[in-house]
């Protein structure tokens, strides 16, 4: 008997959608494998001209990460967005749609926004106060008739592409740019599931970091590293059965929780697997579980079963109700990988962003991580969130904590003169389409190649 034959009729409950065979496995072997492992220079993550090559052909000219819908959701909220050498200002107008511009002052170029504002009713320079509304119209020059003929239709606000994806806020400085949903491929689809909208950002922490961006971006985009540096969670979470899925430019891996890995053999004592999810994501099952030792498994069910009814448990005291959700469904990841620099986990009951971001130098970066919970209905209210500035060496939590160890240990390896070549494997397929699609976008790969 299996974890399946549990399951409560699927006519009431809701699960991941079931994955075609041919992708059910963890060795997707994509044919730009050819049978080899597929090699990176190493210079992508040192070389300053690459750096240079990104910032003038990838990051103007892809959709990416801004801010949550909850920082700009009344109108007059405004956020400013710091996307390497970028700046974009998001604005909440008064017909209550979303609004981008360059953050740039049309007077002499100053930057026109800082930070996260609320209750604008124009946005204004402070350098000579020149004013636009919140549509980027120009609307006061102090001192006008200085300038003579000055046309105020060619001083708007520079636009940026801005658009949503559940709680997420992307913008694209490409006026030529696809919409949004089109360039996010199958993903809305494939989380729609989930109801992604019902979330809500808590919480945002932002740290700078001594590496090179894609090697923030590369870390939460394999499970290969969970033998690794995440040696407690194997007795929770199945790191080999997990299917990996490539569209195109984006990627998707689907762990299963509340299991053993297949590494440590097949009698894996419940005691150790509920030890190891209480001591990996224990605050999904609530207060009260705080001991090690597991509840009674009822007669006919698993550990998987007794830690998706203590998550359900937890939820349904804040006044979340998440009966309509299998097992599989509480306890399945789905980490999405987003082309360039965006891994969204979710889980039906917690959503995580992890976003990686170039710094000044192409061995500088910044990881912005996003916490987002679910809410008892999708009408509820929308708040700002808790932004944060934090250190390397802040708490995170005893996975992400692992996971920015090596974020401090990785880029004088990636510097030594003799480290020529990254070497990935089909467990690190994402990778591989990662680092396909940016050499696409920057020019350096042959149409169809
Ligand atoms: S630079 Fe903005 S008003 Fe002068
Ligand atoms: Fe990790």
């Given at each position: 008997?299996t974890?399946?034959?549990?399951r409560?009729?699927?006519?009431?409950t809701?699960?991941p959608p079931l994955l075609?065979?041919s992708i059910g496995a963890?060795?997707?072997?994509p044919?730009?494998l050819a049978?080899?492992?597929?090699k990176?220079?190493?210079?992508?993550?040192t070389?300053p001209?690459?750096?240079?090559?990104e910032n003038?052909?990838?990051?103007p000219t892809?959709?990416q990460y801004a801010c949550?819908?909850?920082?700009v959701?009344?109108?007059?909220?405004a956020f400013?967005?710091?996307?390497g050498m970028?700046?974009?200002?998001v604005?909440?107008d008064?017909d209550?749609?979303?609004?981008?511009f360059?953050?740039v002052?049309?007077h002499?170029g100053n930057?026109?926004?800082?930070?996260?504002?609320?209750?604008l009713?124009e946005?204004r320079?402070?350098?000579h106060?020149w004013?636009w509304?919140?549509?980027g119209?120009?609307h006061e020059v102090?001192?006008r008739r200085?300038?003579g003929?000055?046309?105020p239709a060619g001083l708007?606000?520079?636009?940026?592409a801005?658009d949503?994806f559940?709680?997420?806020?992307f913008?694209?400085f490409?006026?030529?740019a696809?919409?949004?949903?089109?360039?996010?491929?199958?993903?809305?689809?494939d989380?729609e599931w989930v109801?992604?909208?019902?979330?809500?950002?808590v919480a945002?922490a932002?740290?700078?970091v001594?590496c090179?961006?894609?090697v923030?971006?590369?870390?939460?985009s394999e499970?290969?590293h969970?033998?690794g540096?995440?040696?407690e969670?194997l007795?929770?979470?199945d790191d080999v059965?997990?299917p990996?899925r490539i569209?195109?430019r984006h990627?998707?891996s689907?762990?299963?929780?509340?299991?053993?890995?297949?590494r440590?053999g097949?009698?894996?004592?419940?005691?150790a697997?509920?030890?190891?999810?209480r001591?990996?994501m224990?605050?999904?099952?609530?207060?009260?579980?705080e001991?090690?030792?597991p509840p009674?498994?009822?007669?006919?069910?698993?550990?998987?079963?007794v830690i998706?009814d203590?998550?359900?448990?937890?939820?349904?005291?804040?006044g979340v109700?998440?009966?309509?959700?299998?097992t599989?469904g509480?306890l399945?990841l789905a980490?999405?990988n987003?082309?360039?620099?965006?891994t969204?986990?979710v889980?039906?009951d917690m959503?995580?962003?992890l976003?990686?971001?170039p710094?000044?130098?192409a061995d500088?970066?910044e990881l912005?991580?996003?916490?987002?919970?679910?809410m008892?209905?999708?009408?509820?209210?929308?708040r700002?969130p808790?932004?944060?500035?934090r250190?390397?060496e802040?708490d995170?939590?005893?996975?992400?904590?692992?996971d920015?160890?090596v974020l401090l240990?990785?880029?004088r390896?990636?510097s030594?003169?003799?480290?020529?070549?990254?070497?990935l494997?089909?467990?690190?397929?994402?990778i591989?389409?990662?680092h396909?699609?940016?050499?696409r976008?920057?020019g350096?790969l042959?149409?169809g190649?």
């Amino acid at each position: 008997m299996t974890d399946l034959d549990h399951r409560p009729p699927a006519s009431r409950t809701v699960g991941p959608p079931l994955l075609p065979d041919s992708i059910g496995a963890v060795a997707v072997q994509p044919d730009f494998l050819a049978g080899a492992p597929y090699k990176v220079p190493a210079t992508r993550y040192t070389s300053p001209e690459f750096a240079r090559l990104e910032n003038e052909r990838l990051w103007p000219t892809v959709w990416q990460y801004a801010c949550t819908v909850d920082h700009v959701a009344a109108p007059g909220d405004a956020f400013e967005c710091r996307l390497g050498m970028l700046s974009a200002v998001v604005v909440r107008d008064h017909d209550g749609r979303l609004q981008a511009f360059q953050n740039v002052c049309r007077h002499r170029g100053n930057t026109l926004c800082a930070g996260h504002q609320r209750g604008l009713s124009e946005l204004r320079c402070p350098y000579h106060r020149w004013a636009w509304d919140l549509q980027g119209r120009l609307h006061e020059v102090p001192s006008r008739r200085g300038f003579g003929a000055l046309d105020p239709a060619g001083l708007g606000l520079v636009p940026v592409a801005v658009d949503s994806f559940g709680p997420l806020v992307f913008v694209n400085f490409d006026p030529g740019a696809p919409p949004l949903a089109e360039w996010l491929e199958g993903i809305p689809a494939d989380s729609e599931w989930v109801g992604l909208d019902q979330f809500r950002c808590v919480a945002t922490a932002t740290t700078a970091v001594p590496c090179n961006w894609k090697v923030v971006a590369d870390g939460f985009s394999e499970t290969y590293h969970i033998q690794g540096i995440h040696q407690e969670m194997l007795a929770s979470i199945d790191d080999v059965h997990a299917p990996q899925r490539i569209w195109d430019r984006h990627s998707v891996s689907y762990q299963p929780y509340g299991v053993p890995s297949p590494r440590l053999g097949r009698d894996v004592d419940p005691q150790a697997v509920w030890a190891s999810f209480r001591a990996v994501m224990g605050e999904r099952t609530g207060p009260g579980s705080e001991d090690h030792s597991p509840p009674p498994v009822p007669e006919g069910a698993t550990v998987q079963d007794v830690i998706a009814d203590r998550i359900k448990a937890a939820q349904a005291s804040a006044g979340v109700d998440l009966e309509r959700f299998t097992t599989e469904g509480i306890l399945r990841l789905a980490q999405y990988n987003l082309f360039p620099n965006a891994t969204l986990l979710v889980w039906a009951d917690m959503v995580n962003l992890l976003v990686a971001r170039p710094g000044p130098t192409a061995d500088t970066g910044e990881l912005v991580s996003c916490v987002f919970a679910r809410m008892p209905d999708p009408g509820s209210e929308r708040r700002p969130p808790l932004d944060l500035v934090r250190p390397p060496e802040a708490d995170f939590g005893l996975v992400l904590n692992a996971d920015v160890s090596v974020l401090l240990t990785m880029q004088r390896g990636l510097s030594q003169p003799g480290f020529e070549e990254v070497v990935l494997s089909a467990e690190e397929c994402r990778i591989v389409n990662f680092h396909r699609n940016l050499e696409r976008q920057l020019g350096l790969l042959a149409e169809g190649g």
